[in-house]
């Protein structure tokens, strides 16, 4: 399915060879135009915690929402927050197998992670999919946006990890029932020993699910684990 999913993109880049904007629909030389990826990073100005990326009061000196989730990653860092179009744009990617988009989502979130990151990890881990899910999509679209990372910086080691339990929706749940929807849901068979990681997800709503995937690095002996997102919801 994915294989055959590839080849039909492949075939419309070659009939259809002029790109246009995915949000505007102008005809350019890439995916997103200039005017679009412009206002897509004029975001509105807020004050966020500096690690779960919430909006909070300005006078708000502890970040209430660390405090009630108890994070275990040292930091995350998003390229957008969950706004329109791109929320729509991959819906597509996830839901109508619609891979035409994923560069331009790739492109995307390197450019606005290398930003604002300081140090590069050295191990990348994608939220991986249970199997069942896996086959019925045929692709992992998190492995997706990762791709463009990983040929840049080909020193970033990437390990695999396992979803080994076969979780509810989490947007069916509430924030209790995330996080025990998520308990040993991973499984990483490697040495993380004084590894800084980035785990990278698409989108961070209650953060259960990478503070979960944080907490099995922290155990495998990881000294520092970020979040790397392409999109942060807020709420």
């Given amino acids: 399915m994915k294989i055959l999913h590839r080849l039909i993109n492949k075939i419309n880049k070659i009939i259809l060879p002029i790109e246009y904007c995915a949000i505007c629909l102008c005809s350019c030389e890439s995916q997103i ?4 990826y412009n206002s897509l990073i004029k975001q509105t100005p807020a004050t966020k915690c500096w690690k779960c990326q919430i909006i ?6 502890t970040c209430k929402n660390c405090i009630e989730n108890n994070f275990v990653f040292d930091k995350l860092v998003t390229a957008f927050d969950y706004i329109s179009p791109l929320n729509h744009i991959l819906h597509k990617v996830k ?7 994923i560069n331009l989502l790739s492109t995307l979130f390197y450019k606005r992670i290398i930003q604002q990151v300081t140090h590069l990890p050295d191990v990348i881990i994608t939220i991986p999919l249970h199997p069942n899910k896996q086959n019925l999509r045929g692709f992992n679209q998190v492995d997706e946006l990762s791709n463009i ?7 970033i080691n990437k390990i695999i990890a396992n979803r080994v339990k076969e979780t509810t929706s989490q947007a069916t749940l509430n924030r209790y029932s995330r996080i025990t ?3 040993g ?3 990483i068979d490697e040495n993380l020993s004084n590894k800084s990681i980035a785990i990278i997800d698409d989108v961070v709503t209650s953060g259960s699910t990478v503070n979960e995937m944080a907490r099995s690095c922290k155990k495998l002996g990881a000294n520092k684990v970020e979040v ?7 709420n």
């Fill in 33 to 36: 135009c200039n005017d679009c």
């Fill in 228 to 234: 790397w997102c392409l999109m942060r919801a807020q």
């Fill in 95 to 101: 839901y109508e197998n619609n891979l035409h988009y």
């Fill in 149 to 155: 990372f990983l040929k840049n910086h080909p020193a």
């Fill in 185 to 187: 849901a991973f499984q």
């Fill in 181 to 183: 929807n998520m308990h």
């Fill in 56 to 61: 909070k009061s300005p006078n708000e000196i």
